[in-house]
């Protein structure tokens, strides 16, 4: 792709001459202009963002939709939420899993039984456990998950402020002053 028009890749007629005289400079660009590195970087990062975003829209299929756009709004946000059992680190409604697909149609099935929403959550809890949850409940047995990052950030400025104690400046006493300045005289 070129930035100039057309009309300045063609060559010159012999009527025209070659641009010489008319107070106009400039220079014709080859036809072979080669496009930058780094704009052919960006159009395939942009390339490949694109084609990541779509991937979550194409793991549910038409068939699982639900008519009622309320309850199928529902089922969304529910399933967002729930961990695929197969790929660990995706939502259900990432997944293309077929225990992922069985997970979001089950909830549809919840949903259209006139469940709640919380209802539906922990009736899949009730059978696959806490792991299922992308956002794990703040219980007991879930405490370490909690507050585990806390006490690590805690133990590091601990850490640091030791260290920064340890190695903390030193004054030089008289007679090391004196043994430094005799070097340096050398």
């Not at 080669?34 to 963002?49: S, Y």
């Not at 967002?80 to 197969?86: M, P, Q």
């Amino acid at each position: 792709m070129s930035c100039f028009p057309s009309s300045a890749l063609r060559a010159p007629s012999p009527d025209e001459g070659s641009g010489e005289g008319h107070g106009v400079a400039f220079s014709r660009p080859s036809r072979r202009e080669k496009v930058p590195a780094g704009r052919m970087r960006g159009l395939g990062l942009a390339i490949a963002i694109l084609a990541f975003l779509s991937l979550p829209a194409l793991a549910v299929t038409p068939d699982e939709i639900l008519k009622d756009p309320v309850l199928e709004t529902r089922a969304r946000s529910i399933s967002a939420g729930l961990r695929c059992l197969v790929c660990q680190n995706q939502s259900i409604d990432d997944s293309d899993a077929t225990v992922a697909k069985d997970l979001r149609i089950l909830i549809r099935e919840q949903l259209q039984a006139n469940k709640s929403d919380d209802e539906v959550v922990d009736f899949v809890v009730a059978r696959y456990g806490d792991f299922v949850l992308l956002k794990p409940r703040f219980k007991p047995s879930t405490l370490i998950l909690w507050l585990s990052p806390f006490a690590i950030l805690l133990a590091g400025i601990g850490f640091a402020f030791r260290r920064r104690a340890v190695t903390g400046e030193t004054k030089l006493s008289a007679s090391e002053e004196a043994e430094v300045a005799a070097i340096l005289r050398k």
